[in-house]
């Protein structure tokens, strides 16, 4: 793999963190996001702090709230990783595209827009095939193969072992999401 595309990064991380496609994982973006930028906040920091404003106001993110201190949060994060990821890193160029909160117009007038990242688009890309929709998902036996595969032939062993050390971070918050989502009864 040549370039890394956020797409490919982000199956990689929740691959990981779903213990290699056995575990039923969120599949709100918001979720994710909060999820991947979690544990990449502990791994660069080595810190246990990551601030409770970003994990939502009852079980829900919401990043039109919080857009530009987020943005500013992540940059800042990101800025802070030089000692395992150089800002040159293409894994760290990823992040920097991948995490960043945007506001879209919607194209109708009667429409408010929306906020999003790559990661909403990531989400889309899969229910806009129909192979993934609701809140949560999980891994098909087709799919978990395919990620094995494309680890031993695409992907960089570096790219490889930070991202598996990102999403054992990941898990916990994973376990924290989906704990709110049977405890609302949206586990499914």
């Known amino acids: 793999m040549t370039k890394l595309d956020p797409n490919d990064v982000i199956d990689l991380l929740l691959y990981f963190a779903s213990g290699e496609g056995l575990i039923r994982m969120p599949f709100e973006w918001e979720r994710v996001t909060m999820e991947i930028v979690a544990g990449l906040y502990e791994y660069s920091t080595e810190k246990h702090d ?3 404003k970003f994990r939502g106001t ?3 993110f ?3 709230n919080y857009k530009t201190d987020f943005n500013r949060f992540v940059m800042t994060m ?4 030089n000692e395992k990821l150089e800002p040159s890193h293409s894994l760290w160029l990823v992040f920097v595209e991948m995490f960043k909160l945007s506001w879209r117009d919607r194209s109708s007038p009667v429409d408010d827009g929306y906020c999003t990242n790559k990661i ?4 889309q890309t899969y229910v806009a095939v129909g192979q ?4 949560t998902f999980v891994w098909s036996v087709p799919e978990a193969a ?6 031993e032939q695409d992907f960089n062993s570096e790219v490889v072992r930070h991202c598996q050390s990102i999403a054992n971070l990941m898990k916990k918050w994973v376990q924290k999401d989906i704990d709110e989502l049977k405890q609302n ?3 499914r």
Do not use: H, N
């Open 120 to 123: 909403r688009d990531w989400r």
């Open 146 to 151: 395919r990620m094995r595969k494309e680890i």
């Open 185 to 187: 009864s949206q586990y």
């Open 78 to 81: 990101l800025a802070d990783t």
């Open 58 to 60: 009852g079980f829900r």
């Open 132 to 135: 993934r929709s609701g809140k």
């Open 62 to 64: 919401e990043p039109i």
């Open 50 to 52: 990551f601030p409770e």
